[in-house]
């Protein structure tokens, strides 16, 4: 219990910084979920900023506190973007999340995300059980962007620690360091050194698009006042809480509004109360 207060205590404070600094939040992200993303970046208390322009990806990411950039439904402009976008954040010591959605069922996602992390090191990297592994085992695949619910957390929680630990090893600098934030029904987190699994959640929160892509957007916003273990493991507990505050019988209308509503109203003891994390 002791450990979870003050990991909630350190959560509600990264939430007042973000609030008080309201950073420059950079998202190049899917079509299907870029309002979720700016609306949840900006219940957070950052300000969101969705340019996908190759012309304009190293300006505004130059002036950004913290980057995003999500793999759902890729363009060759998108792509050309993001890599533009990943090159400048590295140039510029600027924290950012590659969101490998969709990496586990297409091929060219996949050798795309490997290309991303070998050459720019993202501060996050964040998939769901299925992409996570497909980065890991080469030879597996899943259907579509959902995760395989056959996959164990025992599994998937080995293969994340020994990604990031893969990473890490052939980074150049320290400061280059990559959290790996595996989204289900028991998210995990970790750097390769340190892990743990944030609980909290609502199946409800598969019941409409975009929610991974919104978590990400979170972790992108705490990134831009926390390092990426710290960022990834406040995003998860808060939007899990923030899931769980939402739950409805009305139906996914009804939750995708009561979520919005809730990111953007949580109180601190919403945070201390409900925070299921072990590490």
């Known amino acids: 219990m002791n450990e979870n207060l003050d990991l909630a205590k350190n959560i509600n404070e990264l939430r007042r910084l973000l609030k008080d600094v309201r950073p420059l939040v950079h998202c190049i992200t899917n079509p299907i979920s870029i309002n979720q993303c700016a609306n949840t970046i900006l219940a957070a208390g950052a300000r969101p900023i969705c340019a996908e322009h190759p012309k304009e990806a190293a300006e505004i990411t130059s002036s950004a506190g913290a980057v995003m950039l999500n793999l759902g439904n890729i363009t060759d402009v998108r792509m050309e973007s993001m890599r533009i976008s990943a090159n400048e954040a590295r140039k510029n010591g600027i924290r950012f999340v590659l969101d490998i959605c969709g990496a586990a069922c297409l091929k060219n996602r996949r050798f795309y ?18 992409e996570i ?9 899943s259907s579509g962007v959902d995760a395989d619910s056959s996959l164990v957390i025992e599994e998937i929680a080995e293969i994340a620690k020994k990604l990031a630990e893969e990473i890490n090893k052939a980074a150049t600098e320290k400061s280059y360091k990559t959290t790996i934030l595996v989204s289900g029904k028991t998210d995990i987190v970790t750097d390769g050194e340190n892990i743990c699994f944030v609980k909290n959640g609502t199946p409800q929160l598969a019941t409409i698009t975009g929610t991974g892509c919104m978590q990400g957007a979170l972790c992108a916003a705490f990134l831009s006042v926390a390092d990426g273990f710290d960022a990834a493991v406040a995003a998860s507990a808060m939007f899990g809480i923030c899931g769980e505050l939402s739950e409805t019988d009305k139906g996914s209308g009804t939750f995708q509004v009561n979520l919005l509503d809730n990111l953007s109203t949580i109180k601190d003891e919403d945070i201390v109360n409900r925070i299921k994390v072990e590490s």
Do not use: C, R, W
Not at 135 to 140: A, E, F, G, I, R
């Open 113 to 130: 995300a490997e290309n991303m992390i070998k050459a720019f090191h993202p501060t996050v990297v964040k998939g769901n059980y299925s």
């Open 133 to 141: 592994k497909a980065l890991y085992q080469k030879d597996y695949q």
